[in-house]
């Protein structure tokens, strides 16, 4: 059954090169790629060049819609599918998913999505386990082992929404690579299934439908799960990816180091998720989040604590989208 791998871009070709690599020894036969740059014409270039090197070389499509660019290419060896979408200015994660997902259900030969970010390195048999224990117990969503790059440590199995501080809670942080969990307590115990890889039958997209593109950057792939009705979430811990986490977009757990446009996006949208799906929790987690702001000033991070109070704001006058102060200059 073939699958379609997606994963967005933005402007960090070696790392979907080395991404691309990795998947081309996969045990999974049937699948291809798709991958939308959102960082612009240089970035996609970029891409272009990248694939260019590990492939036989790229054939122009045709853009429409949001994507301005079109590329297709087969891999060295393989002969596996890539497709190159590059989307019209920076539209978003959820966007350059959706953008994927338009082409993917255009082309309608897809029985799995396998939804990437572009700093992993899945292990070769990832994708068969995904979809060994898909099948097994009827998931609509499926996750991976996510072991932090360089590091021999779980970053999560799954994960675990803390509805009155509006936090997600990974399941299985810190443990060893190679530890052995209770997979139904795991299963259990999570509501939702990190983004970093998320793999999902084609009934789930069907029903459930694209992305939340209203956040931009954060929390989509929760508001994903949280829509899913009757589809059970699973986790797959034979499936091992290999995870730089944040490398792309600088969303570091260290409060000084984190980038601007991570801390604003991640208060923000905290609170549009939670009173979208909890109202009657918002009150609460208008005040607790509020109040736990306060440790980035207790780290020192004097800027980014200046930044979260302004997202903080931005979420409780609703705004969505890319935010105006994070657009770039004319």
Not at 46 to 59: H, M
Not at 280 to 307: C, D, E, M, S
Request: hydrophobic share 45%; charged share 20%; with cysteine.
């Amino acid at each position: 059954m073939r699958a379609e791998v997606v994963i967005v871009g933005f402007r960090n070709a070696e790392e979907i090169r080395d991404c691309l690599l990795a998947l081309d020894r996969s045990t999974y036969a049937d699948f291809g790629v798709h991958i939308c740059e959102n960082g612009g014409d240089a970035a996609y270039a970029a891409l272009c060049e990248a694939v260019a090197s590990i492939s036989d070389g790229l054939t122009a499509g045709q853009p429409e819609g949001r994507v301005i660019a079109r590329h297709a290419a087969a891999l060295k060896g393989s002969g596996r599918e890539i497709r190159l979408h590059q989307a019209n200015g920076n539209i978003g994660y959820a966007a350059g998913i959706n953008v994927c997902l338009e082409a993917i259900i255009a082309d309608g030969r897809y029985q799995f999505v396998w939804i990437l970010n572009p700093d992993t390195i899945p292990e070769p048999d990832a994708m068969t386990a995904l979809a060994a224990h898909q099948q097994k117990g009827n998931y609509g969503i499926v996750g991976a082992r996510l072991v932090l790059k360089g590091q021999g440590k779980i970053q999560l199995y799954g994960a675990r929404w803390r509805p009155w501080i509006a936090r997600g809670y990974n399941i299985g942080l810190g443990a060893p690579a190679d530890a052995t969990p209770d997979v139904a307590a795991i299963e259990r115990e999570m509501d939702y299934v990190a983004g970093a890889a998320m793999f999902v039958p084609r009934a789930f997209v069907e029903q459930v439908g694209f992305f939340d593109e209203r956040y931009f950057l954060y929390y989509e792939e929760t508001d994903w799960c949280f829509r899913r009705g009757d589809f059970r979430l699973g986790y797959a811990h034979e499936a091992i990816v290999v995870h730089a986490h944040g490398s792309t977009i600088g969303s570091s757990v260290v409060r000084k180091t984190r980038s601007p446009l991570a801390v604003y996006l991640d208060e923000r949208n905290k609170l549009l998720f939670s009173r979208k799906f909890l109202p009657g929790h918002y009150p609460v987690v208008l005040i607790a989040t509020l109040l736990l702001i306060g440790q980035y000033p207790k780290a020192g991070a004097w800027r980014n604590f200046r930044v979260a109070l302004a997202g903080w704001w931005a979420g409780v006058r609703g705004e969505t989208g890319v935010p105006d102060r994070f657009k770039p200059k004319a």
